[in-house]
């Protein structure tokens, strides 16, 4: 079962292609989508090219995003990323690839066991689960966050058990 | 010059396909695309291949829309409003049409003469100068409107001048 996070932000997206294989889960790819083209239409176009290219690759069961309406009290820079959000979802349905969208609450319930963590837990929870190594950028961070909620929530440990020698 | 203007609504989005052809304007197409899918996935999907078939047939020379900033009381509907603006934008750079968006006041100035102007006289000028007859969804009507201005702001006259018998 594979799980694609996506986290748009105005310059660039986070993604992460996460597969849930016994006991845990396996990081395939993590890192950022970055449009290069100076106009919105432009960037758009780029991103909806990027992403489907990478969801035509990992074939994910869900692609995941965090509810936009989390942060209301941003509304200018909300309605910028409903538009990111908007070519994100076409893409999904084009490939037919389900879209899940997760409050920050669920996620930090998942990962750290308490919707009230910080985000600086829920990435420290990652990192030491997942076995990642060197500077992640905050939107992968938190498109990673998201693809390994769904599949925590489907069975898959993040933590992987300790095995006795 | 054709210009297609759009009006995105949470149901429906309205359209206007409208060509500046001397002395005036020419209305060549008005209407509402309502995307009929169930989930906001399939809905953009639908929209996208829509407006796509639209603009392929029409050629603009721009594409328009209302600046969504022009609503920041409603964030959840300007959102999700986002999330369509976002699709039409990828459409418009897909066909490479150039995408402009513009204030209500630019309208109302542009159709009226007055940026204070109320709906409901953007809307009688323009059936009274465009010949329009019967009823026109709210959004039609404002597609049609946004695709008026950019024409009459390149010099084509809303009203058509009396031609001395």
């Known amino acids: 079962m594979v799980v694609v996070g996506l986290d748009p932000g105005l310059r660039s997206t986070g993604y992460a292609v996460v597969a849930g294989s016994p006991p845990g889960l396996v990081v395939r790819e993590v890192g950022v989508l970055r449009p290069g083209a100076p106009d919105l239409a432009g960037q758009l176009r780029d991103l909806y090219r990027e992403a489907t290219a990478l969801m035509r690759e990992a074939r994910p069961r869900w692609v995941v995003l965090e509810d936009v309406f989390s942060h209301p009290q941003h509304p200018r820079t909300a309605i910028l990323m409903g538009h990111v959000r908007g070519v994100l979802y076409l893409a999904a349905a084009e490939l037919e690839a389900p879209v899940r969208a997760l409050a920050p609450a669920e996620v930090k319930q998942a990962v750290c066991g308490n919707g009230r963590a910080s985000k600086a837990q829920v990435q420290a929870a990652l990192r030491a689960?997942?076995?990642?190594?060197?500077?992640?950028?905050?939107?992968?961070?938190?498109?990673?966050?998201?693809?390994?909620?769904?599949?925590?929530?489907?069975?898959?440990?993040?933590?992987?058990?300790?095995?006795?020698?």
Chains 1, 2 share one sequence.
């Open 129 to 165: 689960c997942l076995g990642l190594q060197g500077d992640l950028d905050a939107h992968a961070a938190d498109a990673l966050a998201l693809a390994a909620t769904v599949l925590v929530r489907s069975g898959f440990p993040l933590r992987a058990p300790v095995v006795a020698r």
